[in-house]
């Protein structure tokens, strides 16, 4: 598996100070195929959270970090099923996790969030995410939905 840093500054402006050939690819391409990459989601805090866009089953082995399960439909709508943070020192059981749950709420994309620094942070973020995304379905749940 091959990792590609991308600066978001440098993808926004349309340049490419560091030199990257993958990154100037990407961007000749198209800028729709490199953000269709990254969904920034808003916390309850207003604080904002770069995430990494994946299709549940091309997503990669990951290390321990917090992930939004979303269901995509044929129309591009994303409905958040699920806020969640996975912990394990082994990335493949943190990839085994996010596969079973998303596929028992029926995800078909896995959005990661991998820049908490710390596994304090990384729960902060969690709360942060499913208070602000989770508010309407956690309340219709409690009204009888």
Same mark, same amino acid.
């Given at each position: 598996? #091959? ?57 990669? %082995? ?19 099923? #699920? ?6 020192? %082994? ?12 596929? #028992? ?10 820049? %908490? ?25 409690? #009204?009888?939905?």
């Amino acid at each position: 598996m #091959a990792a590609e840093i991308i600066s978001l500054a440098d993808y926004r402006s349309g340049r490419n100070t560091s030199g990257d050939r993958g990154v100037q690819a990407a961007v000749q391409r198209g800028a729709s195929s490199l953000a269709d990459r990254f969904q920034f989601w808003s916390g309850a805090s207003g604080r904002r959270y770069v995430h990494t866009v994946y299709s549940l089953f091309e997503c990669p %082995a990951i290390p321990a970090g917090n992930y939004i399960l979303i269901h995509r439909d044929a129309e591009g709508r994303r409905l958040v099923l #699920a806020v969640g943070r996975v912990g394990h020192s %082994a990335s493949s059981l943190n990839l085994a996790e996010i596969r079973r749950r998303g596929a #028992a709420l029926g995800a078909n994309e896995v959005h990661v969030h991998l820049l %908490a620094p710390n596994a304090k942070l990384s729960r902060f973020i969690e709360s942060d995410l499913r208070a602000g995304l989770c508010a309407g379905v956690v309340s219709g749940f409690a #009204a009888g939905m």
